[in-house]
């Protein structure tokens, strides 16, 4: 009977150091150019949106156009995706909103993932994770919507550079554990 433990490891532990490597390259280029991070990421947002929107339009148009409500949906996807795409600087600002909100939850999903690793490889770097994760969402707030397009690229940089970190100290400890 294999242990469950090193089973979660080997499976958490295969890509860490990839996608650790990936992370922290990301994150380096967002430090290094914050502004094109900010609207790097405000135009793919936007972009998502619009297909979404419009995939949504044509599943409505097919399947169910009979309900006002039903196109609510698609609509608005495509209206927020243009004012996006139009203006991605307004876009930047709502999303490092978004982003804030995101770095809480996320911050408090990184601790609440390090205590149930609690005593095994790893738990104490993804609690600094957390806490890390959580000071950048507190100073985003604080900067809000002054410097956003400058803040919101770096603290994406900052978040990917520790998620990256964080997967690659991981592995470094795992790895014996992984062959």
């Known amino acids: 009977m ?5 089973s979660g490891i080997q499976n958490f532990g295969r890509y860490n150091l990839i996608v650790g490597i990936i992370l922290f ?3 380096s280029l967002g430090i290094a150019l914050p502004v094109v991070m900010s609207l790097t990421a405000s ?3 936007g972009w998502l ?3 979404a929107g419009l995939f949504w339009l044509y599943y409505t148009y097919k399947f169910s156009q009979k309900h006002f409500l039903d196109w609510i949906k698609p609509v608005l996807l495509i209206l927020i995706s243009a004012l996006i795409l139009f203006d991605p600087l307004s876009g930047i600002v709502a999303l ?3 982003l804030a909100v995101y770095l809480i939850v996320d911050a408090f999903s990184s601790v609440y993932m390090a205590y149930t690793m609690h005593p095994d490889y790893g738990w104490g770097w993804m609690t600094v994770n957390g806490i890390v994760t959580l000071l950048l969402a507190v100073l985003l707030l604080m900067g809000w919507p002054k410097s956003t397009p400058v803040i919101f690229g770096i603290f994406i940089g900052f978040s990917l550079i ?3 970190w964080v997967l690659i100290m991981i592995w470094l400890r795992t790895r014996n554990l992984v062959d």
């Open 2 to 6: 294999r242990n469950p433990v090193i």
């Open 25 to 27: 390259l990301l994150g």
């Open 43 to 45: 135009i793919f947002v």
């Open 49 to 51: 949106m619009l297909f």
């Open 96 to 98: 490092a909103l978004l």
């Open 162 to 164: 520790f998620d990256g």
